[in-house]
């Protein structure tokens, strides 16, 4: 079997287009760095889904004429001209309309509210519990008793602010496997939290097992230990 290496590096291309491509690649270089600077530092730091539709296409209108004989540097110039200008347009509405801006970029949601889980708005994202988990030990929470509120930003971060010491509460554990020994008994008189809302509260063994915030009946034994900064 004979290799056509030519074939292998240069596909249907002849050798005098890799000039191009690298003049081609040079001028796209340079405007991917202009069209970033008309865009500010907004739309490097945050990454709505307005915005990650722009990222999007400025990377299309810049990688396509780098390396296609048949893509002229001018159209995807062209391109990055008329999406930055639409860009500037819709960011200028946005400041003037918060309908628009609700519309276009969402609007921070709470998820946590003194220490449990606000269900209904948990419900509409979409968030498993073991991704928010996973996202509350990053921040060095170990449960949900050491947090006054979370709240999910419009880039998809989790804000959240925490009690001091002395306020901190019992709370759901989120540490790693702390839901697996879920149980709708209670076999020691202690504070138990709902596996589902985190609703917490003082349980001993002849207590209702129904969950009073959202009717559930799984518990784990609750936590109450300060957070590590």
């Known amino acids: 079997m004979q290799i056509n290496w030519k074939e292998l590096w240069m596909g249907t291309e002849s050798w005098d287009f890799l000039f191009q491509v690298i003049f081609r690649t040079a001028v796209m270089f ?57 860009y500037s347009l819709i960011i200028y509405l946005i400041g003037k309309s918060k309908k628009i801006e609700i519309l276009l ?30 996202e509350l ?40 496997n702390s839901l697996d020994k879920a149980t709708p008994f209670f076999n020691e008189n202690c504070h138990y939290s709902c596996t589902f809302c985190g609703f917490t509260e003082f349980k001993n063994q ?3 097992n129904s969950c009073k915030n959202c009717s559930r009946h799984y518990w784990v034994k609750s936590s109450n230990v300060k957070r590590i900064s």
């Open 30 to 86: 340079f405007t991917i760095i202009i069209g970033i600077r008309i865009l500010g530092k907004r739309g490097v730091k945050q990454l709505s889904i307005f915005e990650l539709v722009v990222i999007i296409g400025l990377g299309s209108a810049a990688g396509d004429p780098m390396f296609y004989r048949e893509v002229g540097l001018l159209s995807s110039i062209i391109v990055f001209s008329v999406i930055i200008f639409f």
């Open 206 to 208: 002849n207590s209702d």
């Open 137 to 176: 030990r990053l921040k060095s929470v170990s449960h949900l008793g050491q947090i006054e509120s979370a709240i999910e930003e419009t880039s998809g971060e989790i804000s959240i602010f925490y009690y001091e010491d002395k306020d901190v509460k019992y709370g759901l554990p989120v540490i790693l």
């Open 105 to 134: 970029e969402g609007k921070p949601v709470l998820l946590i509210q003194d220490g449990i889980f606000s269900i209904e708005n948990f419900k509409k994202e979409n968030l498993g519990s073991d991704e928010f988990f996973a």
